[in-house]
């Protein structure tokens, strides 16, 4: 198992930023003076509580942003484990060293781990089966070749999108636990915009069956969905569940 390398995103955005401000010096000097602009609005020096909390967020959108969540996720950890996960981060970030010999450990550790990871593919698996099971009982739930199980919902007004076409949808997706990985209700139901050929199949294949307005819930064997390897709060392998209404399309 690869823990993931954690990129510097501070210094890249810093650097981001002086590239911009290098950029429009240049264009400033070939080009006109522009009208003068309304002051910026003065920026208050942070509290030392406000100070503490600007190093926590960096830290959440360090880990959010990395494949830490994930590997949390995939572990299974408690939050002793956990909290040993963060010491070990710190003791790096500091420049320390640990106060074990590590090579007494690793072999014991990467097989403590790959352990852990079976048994939760094996759990799943099982449970990915009796998902299934269920869907397919289901007389009104229709299996198409590809092994996509699906229900309309409604059919909304023709035309319907092709797979070229570029959607805008309102959706929810579950594991086969119920668990909620992702929707549009945490983001004031806003549709999202997406090409349909750039998503997982289940999607080209399933949203291409309704016109506008239409609603759809597709059932999506992980060779469907992410595979695997899994993405983000997403086991590997895992059966998918999604209710998706076609807001519009182009």
Known sequence: MKLPTLAVMALAIASLNAADEVKSDATAAAAPAPAPL??????????????????????????????????????????????????????????????FKPDEIIPGAEKMLNERVAAKT????????????????????????????????????????????????????KLADGKIFDSTTTRNNEPTEFPLNGVIAAWTEGVQKIGKGGKILLFAPANLAYGEQGQGPIPPNSVLEFEVELVDFK
């Open 122 to 173: 094996k759990r799943l698996a099982a449970k990915n089966e009796e998902f299934l099971a269920k869907v397919d009982a289901d007389k009104e739930i229709i299996k198409s070749s590809t092994g996509l199980r699906y229900k309309i919902l409604a059919a909304g007004t023709d035309p319907k999108p092709t797979a070229t076409s570029t959607v805008k949808c309102r959706y929810t997706g």
């Open 38 to 99: 309304s002051p910026a609005p003065e920026v208050k020096p942070l509290t030392p509580e406000q100070q503490q909390q600007a190093f926590f967020l960096q830290g959440f959108i360090l880990a959010n942003r990395a494949e830490w969540a994930s590997i949390v996720n995939e572990l299974e950890l408690s939050d002793t484990e956990l909290d040993s996960l963060l010491s070990g981060m710190r003791a790096s970030l500091k420049g320390e060293r640990p106060t």
